[in-house]
């Protein structure tokens, strides 16, 4: 019997490449799942969709790729769809059936019900890019309304691009992107940093309800700084392959065979002037053979003024930092994602162009799902409090008791870190501390005043009222006599993620006296 894996998935929707990248909730290893005729290799699809209206056959990834050069494509093969989504500027190809939004449900939707069976999804983690954030995160949520798991989450890709190599929050980045398609150069300040709270993820599904619209999660994603770009990518470099040998190449499978070449040739361990044969059909359809080195590969891109296109992209993106007060000596870190980047000519060129910026070189096509998933079991997908929480002290000067704060309204739960708080004995030789519990009304009353008959609200509003917890307090004994002012007894309260307030408590020599569950807070 094939053993059922429950977990986290990650699905990163890129232009050229999808991911998928599985985390088991009992490991820390991730996964990239394979799906037979839609992943090209394991964990990545192609991002593109086959769909045959009349029919209604739909393929997706490799099985739609085979079908790029059959009759009618021109209406029924769509890819470079995923920019488009949230976009409204970029027009669409008028030809396809599909729009961009269509093209990206029909694909999500098939590739969702061809996962494996063995993999049990818990939650689901998606990515979406900042500069269309907001269109594209509608779409998300209308098409997560039909998908059937409990939780859902978005994060936005440079944060997840980030994640998981050491960059700490708050920080400037510049990500380079060259993928099958596009070239993407952006800067972006990461969440979080200087007291600010962290990147966390946007819930979109919780508890298999649309939480959307209501929760108060709200995504902290990356602030674009400026950013910069153009549509060429992988694809033009493979063409720029094929043409150097036969010029007015007609075939597809020239194309396959020249990208295949480029991989092995962006090896760094591959000899400067080592000649590999390649072959390809020429305008007779007669397989030829040729011999391709890197030293020509890179002769290839410099003919083709790629690096200068690349000079002209990072001109522009650094001029519009510098209009937002961002130097480059600002960076923390350049960080390099997709396939085209891994071509040693285009890491040498950005190494000298920013020779002072430290490069961070994650996994490229798969950088942003691993981060998401690298986000997403720390951030835990929590709740909020709508009330809060604290213990009844007592005021020795005054001698009267005063409810002191442990947890306030508004905050997050489960807690990361514990609430310390250290308590003085009120009398010589206690022996007994009572741990009692108070919360705040859910809903707050105002004081309202009326003048001339009209009802307004007083300036001074009084404290919310805190109500004792129906159960019985906790009474912790000491061990050794107590002297009246000094610090006696160390708490630490955390919130579980079953939403119970459990205490752990010390004696002031660190003596463990025991773990207590005070309650659940619902």
Request: glycine residues 6%; proline residues 5%.
């Amino acid at each position: 019997m094939e053993e059922i894996l429950s977990g986290t998935l990650a699905l990163d929707l890129g232009n050229t490449n999808t991911v998928l990248a599985f985390q088991d909730q009992k490991d820390i290893k991730t996964t990239l799942v394979e799906i037979p005729n839609i992943t090209s290799s394991p964990g990545v699809i192609p991002t593109a969709v086959w769909y045959d209206e009349s029919s209604k056959i739909i393929k997706i990834g490799v099985s739609a790729l085979k079908m790029k050069n059959s009759s009618n494509s021109d209406l029924y093969f769509h890819s470079n769809f995923k920019r488009l989504i949230g976009n409204p500027i970029e027009k669409t190809n008028q030809k396809n059936i599909l729009n961009p939004k269509e093209c990206g449900e029909k694909f999500f939707k098939f590739l969702w019900a061809n996962i494996p069976k063995e993999y049990e999804i818990k939650r689901l983690i998606l990515t979406a890019p900042i500069d269309t954030y907001k269109g594209y995160r509608e779409w998300l949520v209308e098409l997560c309304g039909e998908i059937s798991v409990d939780e859902i989450a978005l994060v936005d890709e440079p944060t997840a691009a980030s994640l998981g190599i050491e960059i700490p929050f708050g920080s400037k980045i510049m990500t380079l992107d060259i993928g099958g398609s596009t070239i993407d150069m952006n800067i972006v300040k990461i969440e979080g940093g200087e007291g600010k709270s962290g990147p966390i993820a946007e819930l979109l599904k919780f508890n298999g309800n649309d939480v959307s619209s209501i929760s108060k999660q709200k995504i902290r994603c990356a602030e674009i700084i400026s950013k910069s770009g153009s549509k060429i990518g992988g694809k033009d470099i493979d063409q720029w392959i094929v043409n150097f040998f036969i010029p007015d190449n007609k075939y597809a499978i020239n194309l396959l065979k020249a990208e295949e070449i480029k991989c092995k040739l962006s090896s760094p361990i591959i000899d400067y002037e080592k000649k590999y044969p390649i072959k390809f059909l020429n305008e007779r359809c007669q397989e030829k053979e040729f011999f391709l080195s890197k030293e020509i590969f890179e002769k290839i891109i410099i003919e083709n003024n790629l690096l200068n296109h690349l000079n002209s992209l990072l001109k522009d993106l650094l001029n519009g930092a510098r209009g937002k007060y961002c130097t480059v000596n600002d960076l923390s870190a350049i960080i390099l994602v997709g396939g085209g980047t891994q071509i040693p000519l285009i890491r040498e060129w950005i190494i000298k162009k920013i020779p002072e910026i430290q490069i961070k070189s994650p996994p490229p096509i798969e950088s942003i799902a691993l981060g998401a998933l690298a986000m997403t079991p720390g951030v835990k997908i929590k709740d909020i409090l709508n009330k809060g929480l604290s213990i009844r002290l007592l005021n020795k000067r005054e001698q009267k008791h005063f409810w002191h704060p442990i947890f306030c309204k508004g905050q997050t739960w489960p807690t990361e870190n514990p609430f310390k708080l250290i308590l003085q004995a009120s009398k010589t030789d206690q022996k007994i501390f009572e741990i009692i519990i108070g919360e705040t009304k859910k809903e707050r009353e105002y004081d309202v005043i009326f003048e001339n008959g009209l009802p307004k609200l007083a300036d001074v509003q009084s404290a919310e009222e805190i109500i004792q917890w129906d159960k019985k307090p906790l009474q912790i004994v000491l061990k050794n006599n107590l002297d009246i002012g000094k610090d006696n007894l160390i708490l630490f309260f955390k919130i579980t993620q079953k939403a119970d307030l459990i205490v752990n408590c010390f004696d002031i020599k660190n003596e463990f006296l025991g773990e207590y569950n005070l309650g659940n807070i619902h």
